[in-house]
């Protein structure tokens, strides 16, 4: 377990995906998926 492990939420943060562990947040604006792409890069 730990970053590399894409079935726990710390895997999945660390690869930028989502799933059951890590569920994608609703968002009402558009401008947030943008910001969130830009950081993902950054890790």
């Given at each position: 377990m730990g970053r590399?492990?894409?079935?726990?939420?710390r895997g999945k943060i660390?690869?930028?995906?989502?799933g059951k562990t890590?569920?994608?947040?609703k968002t009402k604006n558009t401008e947030?998926?943008?910001s969130n792409s830009e950081n993902k890069?950054?890790?």
């Open positions: 590399g492990d894409k079935r726990t939420r660390f690869a930028g995906s989502f890590r569920p994608r947040k947030n998926k943008e890069d950054n890790q």
